[in-house]
């Protein structure tokens, strides 16, 4: 229960937002940064809803070709 908890808490995250959709920014970077450097919150959405975000980025790659 904590664990989903904090996956839903990463969805709702501004800077976790931010960071997933733009990586290569400067605020992006630094989430980026904050996430390899052992985040719980990040951990724990990626356990939840890691399978769905590989489909997301798949689709999404589609829709732009």
């Given at each position: 229960?904590?664990?989903?908890a904090?996956?839903?808490?990463?969805?709702?995250?501004?800077g976790?937002?931010?960071?997933?959709k733009?990586?290569?920014?400067f605020?992006?970077?630094?989430v980026?940064?904050?996430w390899k450097k052992?985040?719980?919150?990040?951990?724990a959405y990626?356990?939840?809803?890691?399978?769905?975000?590989e489909?997301?980025?798949?689709?999404?790659?589609?829709?732009?070709?």
């Amino acid at each position: 229960m904590k664990k989903k908890a904090m996956a839903y808490w990463s969805v709702v995250c501004p800077g976790c937002n931010f960071g997933r959709k733009y990586p290569n920014s400067f605020i992006g970077k630094r989430v980026v940064e904050h996430w390899k450097k052992g985040c719980p919150v990040n951990e724990a959405y990626i356990e939840v809803f890691g399978g769905k975000e590989e489909k997301n980025k798949q689709n999404n790659e589609k829709a732009k070709d």
